[in-house]
């Protein structure tokens, strides 16, 4: 979908037709990575998507909206400083982080915050076949307008009842839905703003993440109900990563699975990244993301 204009928290903002004469004509395909709790794996996940994406041979943007923490971003500066280190021949995304607004003021802040996002999104989507947008673990105004921007929502969340309260609240004795969570109202009301302002429809899809390699009763109940609470709700269930230490080591060197069999790595391949590597396959076909049907092999 090539410009239109996205409303949020009763603004409405632009990204611009670029000149047909000089300018990609449509514009990338936005995937935002967001929830609204910490330590979910929001970054990790984003990582290995950019590299993914990359590895099958788009240009891909990154935006990390987090610039307080700036996880995602710390994870491509470790990687490009790995890279030059050892010298070594590894892909790399365009990344612009949005830093807190100084401005003291709620309205000039909110103002100043969208503004800089805004530039940045318009910059990265007629350069880029794809742009990741990582958001912050947090109920904050440039999260909500990261989320009013996607075209592919992405919510990872760890396999317990903890991070399913996320989602909806879920009786304790009958482990029924109650009802949806505001993070869920939320969502929703995202998606309808974007259904009227472009007919566009929001791909929102939940990844269950640090899955444990065993069957208890706590991981099929939280299948069970995330379940039923999709066609609640109207989202996509899509495998995830289990519980690896080796995901938060690679962080350091600013690597991901798919770079461990480089030339020059120095990172020796195990069982564990093999089967893990296999996840992430797994994942990126679960997102139906445009035009990757036949290059997902690479992977």
């Not at 009013?148 to 009958?174: E, H």
């Not at 109900?225 to 996509?236: E, Q, T």
Request: aromatic share 6%; net charge positive; glycine share 6%.
């Amino acid at each position: 979908m090539a410009g239109g204009e996205i409303n949020v928290s009763n603004v409405t903002v632009t990204l611009d037709e670029p000149n047909p004469e000089n300018e990609q004509p449509t514009r990338a395909h936005i995937i935002v990575v967001g929830n609204a709790k910490g330590g979910s794996g929001k970054s990790t996940t984003a990582m290995h998507i950019i590299i993914s994406l990359l590895t099958m041979g788009f240009k891909v943007g990154a935006i990390d909206l987090d610039g307080k923490q700036k996880t995602l971003g710390r994870y491509i500066e470790n990687r490009q400083s790995y890279i030059s280190k050892k010298k070594l021949q590894l892909a790399m995304p365009t990344l612009r982080v949005i830093e807190p607004s100084p401005k003291k003021n709620m309205d000039e802040a909110q103002s100043d915050e969208r503004a800089r996002f805004v530039a940045a999104l318009q910059e990265l989507v007629y350069e880029n076949n794809f742009v990741v947008v990582d958001c912050p673990g947090a109920d904050s105004f440039i999260s909500k307008l990261g989320h009013s921007f996607a075209d592919t929502l992405l919510t990872p969340m760890n396999d317990s009842f903890i991070d399913l309260d996320l989602l909806a609240t879920v009786n304790g004795s009958s482990l029924e839905v109650e009802k949806p969570s505001w993070y869920s109202e939320m969502v929703w009301e995202q998606r309808k703003r974007r259904a009227l302002i472009d007919n566009h429809k929001i791909d929102w899809v939940v990844m269950r993440n640090r899955l444990s390699h065993t069957d208890a009763h706590n991981k099929r109940h939280i299948e069970k109900i995330l379940s039923k609470l999709a066609s609640r709700i109207s989202f996509r269930a899509a495998p995830g990563f289990g519980e690896r230490v080796v995901f938060r080591e690679l962080f350091l060197k600013g690597l991901t699975m798919l770079d461990l069999n480089k030339k020059g790595v120095g990172v020796k391949m195990s069982m564990s990244h093999v089967a893990a590597r296999h996840e992430l396959r797994h994942l990126i076909k679960s997102l139906n993301l445009p035009g990757i049907e036949d290059k997902v092999e690479k992977l």
